[in-house]
């Protein structure tokens, strides 16, 4: 098999791993858009219209959009998890890269521009410390005999030994180990040779890691007043998991409460919701199990919804039981989980602009935390208005009925089920809604 007909089938097989981003940058038949000049073309044709799936684009903490090559290292794999294109007993061509064919790929991707990282994962071929082996192996030729500088996401193989999990983090930027599943119950039924337990302990092992790793970099140690040499940052990008949405029965109250609790003991940078596709659809890898829910196509519309519960969790000050309560089992599929909160809590609103935190700013639905930030520090020169949330990016469709400046309101919440009816989505996607600014 040659290296274009891999690319074509380890990217593919990687694209339903959402723990580093959106998957794919194209269609087939596209080739690149990022290469530049005639080496990039002669690049891009050597390997075929495959290629483009094996690109996709992740967004960093200050908001850059990178492109990453994602693939599987071998798609090759003894486990049968029901949901997974890539199980044992998927009818789908097998093939597995070299260490050396990975690091040639990527160091040639990354100098004709059409990457920026690699976000590698496996099937697990072997036992687990053998396949994590070969993906540090290839991290580490990448940074050490290559010279790549690039951005490098590796996953954790379920099972793998502490003393390679330490190893692989002074290697790659960002490590991830898929919990996939919100509960063991879930993970028997339909991925019984997985263990929860055991993927909750590799991420508490990244977790230490990093802390010792932060401790012993901020300690002032010297040696005859010569200043000693500053260990290897560990996962300086921290670690990420993925949970796969509507494919086993756990609700989304028990998905936001374990998402809050993996953020408070592991300080996971993200959690990714990956809508379930049914693996019985053309091209996704052969007969669905019997034990897979039967539906006709990925629940977006619920992902979207959790990713917004989950921004509203790291960076809104919400709790999982604020944003859906014993009362609530599921988001409201036509409402943001924040406008959703306060036509809950009416006694908590209007807020007066002029004189709320930064805390209370937050709560307002159609109030970012850039907005947030901005209201405080402007208020604190010159008088608000109507017109200057506007410029201040303030979404004043849903904020009117939350707020006053200066006394003044342009709406009132009398109605919590009109303001309801008024800033509803008619067809339940939500798709169109900002997904930071709410």
């Not at 990244?206 to 970099?217: G, H, I, L, P, T």
């Not at 010297?222 to 993925?242: E, I, L, M, N």
């Not at 796969?244 to 003991?265: C, F, H, M, T």
């Not at 700013?361 to 017109?387: H, Y």
């Amino acid at each position: 098999m040659d290296l274009g007909e891999k690319i074509g089938i380890l990217s593919a097989a990687a694209k339903y791993d959402a723990s580093c981003a959106s998957s794919g940058s194209g269609k087939a038949g596209d080739g690149f858009s990022g290469g530049k000049g005639e080496s990039g073309r002669r690049q891009g044709a050597a390997y075929g219209a495959t290629l483009p799936a094996g690109v996709c684009h992740s967004w960093t903490g200050d908001g850059r959009c990178v492109s990453l090559l994602k693939v599987l290292y071998s798609n090759v794999c003894r486990f049968d998890c029901s949901y997974c294109v890539n199980r044992a007993s998927a009818d789908t061509p097998r093939t597995a890269f070299t260490t050396e064919e990975l690091v040639r790929l990527t160091c040639e991707f990354y100098r004709c521009n059409y990457i920026e990282g690699l976000f590698l994962s496996s099937g697990i071929f072997s036992d687990p410390d053998i396949v994590m082996e070969k993906l540090i192996e290839t991290a580490q030729k990448l940074r050490g005999e290559a010279g790549f500088g690039g951005y490098i996401h590796l996953k954790i193989i379920p099972g793998t030994g502490e003393k390679l999990i330490r190893k692989a983090g002074l290697w790659a930027d960002r490590l991830s180990a898929n919990i996939e599943l919100p509960t063991d119950k879930s993970l028997q039924r339909l991925a019984p040779q997985k263990s929860g337990k055991v993927i909750l302990g590799a991420m508490g092992e990244v977790s230490e890691a990093k802390k010792e790793n932060d401790e012993d970099r901020h300690k002032v140690v010297s040696v005859k007043a010569a200043p000693v040499k500053q260990a290897p940052v560990f996962a300086p990008a921290g670690q990420s998991t993925q949970l796969i949405v509507g494919v086993s029965e756990e609700n989304d109250r028990q998905i936001i409460a374990l998402s809050g609790a993996l953020y408070r003991k592991f300080s996971l940078r993200r959690v990714y919701y990956s809508a379930y596709t049914p693996v019985g659809v053309p091209g996704s890898g052969g007969i669905p199990d019997s034990r897979l829910p039967d539906v006709s196509g990925p629940p977006l519309a619920r992902e979207h919804r959790l990713y917004q519960a989950d921004w509203l969790l790291r960076f809104y000050h919400f709790s999982a039981e604020e944003i859906l309560d014993d009362g609530s089992s599921h988001l409201d599929i036509h409402l943001d989980p924040k406008t959703a909160w306060a036509l809950r809590h009416p006694e908590r609103f209007p807020v007066e602009l002029g004189r709320a935190d930064y805390e209370e700013l937050l709560r307002v639905p159609g109030v970012g935390a850039t907005s947030a930030r901005r209201i405080v520090e402007i208020r604190r020169s010159r008088s608000l208005s109507f017109d200057a949330l506007r410029r201040l990016g303030v979404v004043l469709k849903r904020a009117r009925y939350f707020v006053t400046v200066a006394g003044f309101a342009l709406d009132e919440l009398d109605d919590p089920k009109r303001v309801r009816r008024v800033l509803a989505d008619t067809d339940g996607a939500g798709l169109q809604l900002p997904l930071f600014d709410f």
